[in-house]
Antibody
Framework: QVQLQESGPGLVTPSQTLSLTCTVS??????????WGWIRQPAGKGLEWIGR???????DYNPSLKSRVTMSIDTSKNQFSLNLSSVTAADTAVYYC??????WGQGTTVTVSS | DVVMTQSPLSLPVTLGQPASISCNSS???????????LHWFQQRPGQSPRRLIY???NRDSGVPDRFSGSGSGTDFTLKINRVEAEDVGVYYC?????????FGQGTKLQIK
């Protein structure tokens, strides 16, 4: 079955760019009529969609983050990525990648601190 | 954004007893294709969310049949027939009919 795994730095300096990659295994990122997304969860808080990307490269971003978010997809590597610029402490969270709503990766904790 | 409101936010349940969680949306979740993209997730402590129910009432593979979902339009319910110890965690509803997709605040189920 399809599995997803997030990777990237666990610590990011304020004002810098957070970069994460999601590697998909057990299936092609290009198959099916799915989109791929990033969701985050600050410690002890709820869940927030950051954005989604289709195999074609088409994207939709949450308006609350739109000015700072860029997503990309590499079908040859079966990966998609997230860049979040100008980060602050408020961006500290567990970041999940997902194939639409199922399945999700295990999540990666990103802390924004100097 | 579509606001998803869950109740209760805390749900203490005796083992073997039923449990019910309500989720209301600020807009209808009926999509133009005729489907309603309302899903339910379980997040056990220290784990990532796992989808239990998709499109209101369809159980995901491997989900026990004691879990069921119902509703339409703006009002939805997740029911657990007989709560077991492994059901402890936080339950979220999520709407996928409008962008950005949004989640409810979460309902923490604990054993009395």
């Amino acid at each position: 079955q399809v599995q997803l795994q997030e990777s990237g730095p666990g610590l990011v300096t304020p004002s810098q760019t957070l970069s994460l990659t999601c590697t998909v295994s057990g299936g092609s990122i290009s198959s099916g009529n799915y989109y791929w997304g990033w969701i985050r969860q600050p410690a002890g808080k709820g869940l927030e969609w950051i954005g989604r990307i289709y195999a074609s490269g088409s994207t939709d971003y949450n308006p609350s983050l739109k000015s700072r978010v860029t997503m990309s997809i590499d079908t040859s590597k079966n990966q998609f990525s997230l860049n979040l610029s100008s980060v602050t402490a408020a961006d500290t969270a567990v970041y999940y990648c997902a194939r639409y709503s199922n399945p999700w990766g295990q999540g990666t904790t990103v802390t924004v601190s100097s | 954004d579509v606001v998803m409101t869950q109740s209760p936010l805390s749900l203490p349940v005796t083992l073997g007893q039923p449990a019910s969680i309500s989720c209301n949306s600020s807009q209808s979740l009926l999509y133009y294709d005729g489907n309603t993209y309302l899903h339910w997730f379980q997040q056990r402590p220290g784990q990532s969310p796992r989808r239990l129910i998709y499109s209101v009432s369809n159980r995901d593979s491997g989900v026990p049949d004691r879990f069921s979902g119902s509703g339409s339009g703006t009002d939805f319910t997740l029911k657990i027939n007989r709560v077991e110890a492994e059901d402890v965690g936080v339950y979220y509803c999520m709407q996928g009919s409008h962008w950005p997709h949004t989640f409810g605040q979460g309902t923490k189920l604990q054993i009395k």
